[in-house]
């Protein structure tokens, strides 16, 4: 799924104000942006198609709501981007500072910490002395 | 049934499978003998040498489909090694033997493992272009993700930028943050994701046990090489350290909580952790790259891909008539 500028911006717009038809879309990005309502009528449709949005008809309108929060929409990319990691690295294209494998052990890394700590002494006494 | 240039060009297509078979066989098996020795060697020797396996049947195969094309076959200055190997009618092609159907396997083969490896990039490119899209640009290929997991990663291929998160940055100093970040700019400098994903491709055409031990051989030397490219001495190295082991124990908090669970990496075990501890604070002295004896192997396994390319081609014809 790819999102384009404008659908970014009416995704934004309608986390911050749920639930808003087209014309109510359109009146706030007319003043900010310009663009047509049909523009933004598109814009609505293709964000329902993409399942990222929600719509109910009212009177003679939809009214549309995001269907995911923006922390979960963001926390899902987080997931499926770093998928590949715990399945299969291997396939993994992207570099990660660090992360943990379920048979990780505190005292494992307490070890380690206790030895940089000692290596940071010596050094300290090396350049002391 | 073909004849001439085009059956000799299959022919030596089927060579050059043959050979890429039987190189893949024994490159794996000098791979698998040396595994361990390559501790002994620093991050960028090790990472050439994984480099070296990866392309080793590739290179050998061109050498040796060289050996049996026309070009050496035709002259007399190499008689004693066309007297020790050589193909029989290069000029005659069957489809229906199995030469074509060694040919079509590997075909359809690599068409299977290039699909799923563009299939991959695409995936991670839409991906990568939402979270680049909802992010905040902090400075040149930094963006800055609102979400309370804490995580710093690079991805994209051609043009990579390193992803930090809210999360992150409110839980580690300024000092700890700097070090991650500049740990995946380097990542984005060496272009490690599309290396990372070139990698995985040719080491795809080796057996399991085998690629997967190229592939987190080779991430874990790419995060080596990161936590040690903007270090400049011992005191700095410790920090990075102390910085990782943080980090490690700040993912494993959040891993208690369900919500962010399946959200954690977790493509390094401990092990890997340690090493790229005791890596930063080890100051011993690596061995260089053996450049002699890289030089020998290669040279014997594209003389054991002749010989064997020979034999087996004798071998089958024996045993089938094509």
Same mark, same amino acid.
């Given at each position: ?129 | ?36 020795? $390559? ?117 994209? $291929? ?119 501890? $005791? ?44």
């Amino acid at each position: 799924m790819l999102l384009g500028e404008l659908e970014k911006q009416v995704l934004e717009y309608l986390w911050k104000h749920q639930p808003a038809d087209a014309k109510q879309v359109h009146s706030h990005f007319e003043k900010n942006r310009g663009g047509s309502l049909n523009t933004i009528q598109s814009t609505l449709d293709r964000l329902f198609k993409k399942d990222l949005l929600s719509r109910a008809k009212s009177s003679h309108a939809f009214q549309y709501f995001p269907k995911v929060k923006r922390h979960e929409l963001i926390g899902q990319l987080i997931k499926d981007v770093t998928y590949d990691f715990i399945v299969e690295d291997e396939n993994s294209v992207i570099t990660a500072f660090s992360s943990i494998s379920s048979d990780l052990d505190e005292q494992q890394l307490n070890k380690l910490e206790l030895m940089i700590e000692q290596q940071r002494k010596k050094l300290q006494k090396n350049s002391d002395t | 049934m073909i004849y001439d240039q085009w059956a000799l060009t299959f022919n030596l297509l089927t060579v050059g499978v043959l050979a890429f078979v039987v190189a893949n066989i024994f490159a794996s098996s000098v791979f698998w003998s040396i595994k361990e020795k $390559l501790a002994d060697y620093s991050v960028s020797t090790r990472k050439s040498l994984l480099w070296l396996f990866v392309f080793a049947p590739w290179f050998i195969a061109l050498s040796v489909t060289l050996f049996f094309s026309p070009l050496f076959q035709d002259h007399s200055t190499f008689t004693w090694l066309t007297d020790l190997a050589h193909w029989h009618h290069p000029d005659i092609f069957y489809f229906l033997s199995w030469h074509s159907f060694s040919l079509l396997v590997f075909v359809a083969f690599s068409l299977y493992v290039f699909t799923k490896k563009m299939s991959v990039i695409y995936h991670n490119n839409k991906k990568i272009s939402m979270l680049r899209l909802f992010g905040i640009e902090r400075c040149k290929q930094v963006i800055i993700i609102e979400s309370p997991i804490p995580t710093a990663f690079t991805g994209g $291929l051609l043009n990579p930028s390193c992803f930090i998160s809210t999360g992150l940055i409110e839980q580690t100093s300024t000092v700890e943050l700097e070090i991650i970040i500049q740990h995946e700019i380097a990542h984005v400098r060496n272009y490690d994701p599309l290396k990372k994903w070139f990698f995985s491709f040719l080491s795809a055409y080796f057996t399991n046990d085998v690629k997967s031990l190229l592939s987190s051989m080779m991430s874990l030397s790419m995060e080596q090489d990161a936590d040690s490219f903007f270090v400049k001495n011992q005191q700095q190295s410790q920090n990075v350290a102390t910085t990782l082991i943080k980090f490690t124990k700040l993912a494993a908090k959040y891993s208690i909580h369900p919500q962010y669970k399946s959200e954690l990496f977790v493509h390094f075990c401990r092990h890997s952790i340690e090493q790229r501890v $005791l890596h930063l604070l080890n100051d011993k002295k690596f061995k260089p790259f053996p450049k002699g004896t890289a030089l020998i192997v290669i040279f014997l396994l594209v003389l054991i891909s002749i010989t064997s390319v020979d034999s087996l081609h004798h071998a089958i014809e024996t045993l089938f008539t094509h």
